[in-house]
């Protein structure tokens, strides 16, 4: 798992370290150490810890004009026994709806399981984004997490399933993928177009 990076094609046009509203701002990495771990695996130390002892992430992109962010996670999500939703949602979600971001695109890839209890916070999210004609979005869940978030009732809040599997959303710019996604999410189209 420690060769899993967090994607960084995109980082010349945005860098969560950089980003004064980030709450990884000022946050130093150091590529040669390896101290986050995921079932006891060390993981890239590019990834962000923000709370989770399973779970961590990487804002990868933010477009405060927009109103979006793109997140990418790795570990296993667990609410049932470590609560991981609440610390996402304190720790980095409602710094960013605090500058306008209302529309959150997650990359589910490399979420290896995932493990529900109450669903409070993820209501609590969607109600915050619903007030600015916002949404979330996981992209490329695992079917065993998608059948577990489905049975926690998450399809309440979020959208995730087939139609937001299968992506190949790295060759393009974030401002193409939220455009389809967006797109898919109003029922303008019925699939991503060709090359996602």
Known sequence: MHDIEPYWKWRAEYDSSKDERSPFYRREYNAFQFH???YNYFIHPQWDAFGSNTLYAKIIFVDYQEGYAILEFIGEWNDCVTN??????????DYLTEYGIHKFLLIYENVLNFHGDDDSYYEEWYEDVQESDGWICGLNTLQHVQDEMKSTGLDHYLFFGPHYNGVNWRPHKPKQLIMAVQALIEGRIKTLPAGF
């Not at 610390?87 to 980095?92: A, D, H, N, Q």
């Open 36 to 38: 986050h771990k995921v």
């Open 84 to 93: 991981d939703v609440m610390f996402l949602k304190r720790e980095i979600v």
